[in-house]
Nanobody, 123 residues
Framework: QVQLVESGGGLVQTGGSLRLSCAAS????????MGWYRQAPGKQRELVAT???????NYADSVKGRFTISRDNAKNTVYLQMNSLKPEDTAVYYC?????????????????WGRGTQVTVSS
């Protein structure tokens, strides 16, 4: 199994910045894609950004030019630098990984989720 621990959320004013971190641990063999998703009250969870093991990135249109995702493969950690934050960025942000891990004498492929970290942007 893979455990994900997010940190860095909080309360910030419009135009401010926050940096989220997510560290993966467990019987990890390899992590292909790491990403951030968010869910605002009353809305479905949506993709924010993803990054592959070769550092190829993908962003939601709503955050392009303001957010930057990066990862440290040696530390199995993904970051999300959020600049020029807007009230509509307010949500619980979840870390996600897709990769392989070792469990019950087998190599397994799976997706893991963190518990989420709250980001609140005040107007």
């Amino acid at each position: 199994q893979v455990q994900l621990v997010e940190s860095g959320g909080g309360l910030v004013q419009t135009g401010g910045s926050l940096r989220l971190s997510c560290a993966a641990s467990g019987n990890i063999v390899s992590i292909f894609t790491m990403g951030w998703y968010r869910q605002a009250p009353g809305k479905q969870r949506e993709l924010v950004a993803t990054v592959t093991s070769s550092h190829s990135t993908n962003y939601a249109d709503s955050v392009k030019g303001r957010f930057t995702i990066s990862r440290d493969n040696a530390k199995n950690t993904v970051y999300l630098q959020m600049n020029s934050l807007k009230p509509e960025d307010t949500a619980v942000y979840y870390c996600n990984t897709d990769g392989t891990y070792y469990s019950d004498l087998m190599f397994r492929r799976g997706s893991s989720w963190g518990r989420g970290t709250q980001v609140t942007v005040s107007s």
